[in-house]
Nanobody
Framework: QVQLVESGGGLVQPGGSLRLSCAAS????????MGWYRQAPGKQRELVAV???????NYAESVKGRFTISRDSAKDAVYLQMNSLKPEDTAVYYC????????????????WGQGTQVTVSA
């Protein structure tokens, strides 16, 4: 029903910036919340940031003050502006969407993007 496609990953030097984008496509859905997770080498997948339809945001402590999540509800898109990147930010970043169907009552679905690689290295 819903497909999530991430873009914007790449290789940057420490202190640099990247902007990740995630676009949702499909039909008969609406989004409650969207977020970003990451899987770093040797670590479990962790939540990076989330934004709800009420425009509340939450961030992992490790990225507070450096990353900013935003959402364009009209486009069903979410963005992650990453500044002051550190080598520790190197990971595969996954877009996540918490959705419900507009045609099926009492439905809730979680969708994941395919992931985009972010590498922070000199």
């Amino acid at each position: 029903q819903v497909q999530l496609v991430e873009s914007g990953g790449g290789l940057v030097q420490p202190g640099g910036s990247l902007r990740l984008s995630c676009a949702a496509s499909g039909s008969d859905f609406s989004i409650y919340a969207m977020g970003w997770y990451r899987q770093a080498p040797g670590k479990q997948r962790e939540l990076v940031a989330v934004i709800t339809r009420g425009s509340t945001t939450n961030y992992a402590e490790s990225v507070k003050g450096r990353f900013t999540i935003s959402r364009d509800s009209a486009k069903d898109a979410v963005y992650l502006q990453m500044n002051s990147l550190k080598p520790e930010d190197t990971a595969v970043y996954y877009c996540n969407a918490n959705t419900h169907s507009t045609v099926v009552a009492d439905s809730r679905r979680i969708y994941w993007g395919q992931g985009t690689q972010v590498t922070v290295s000199a």
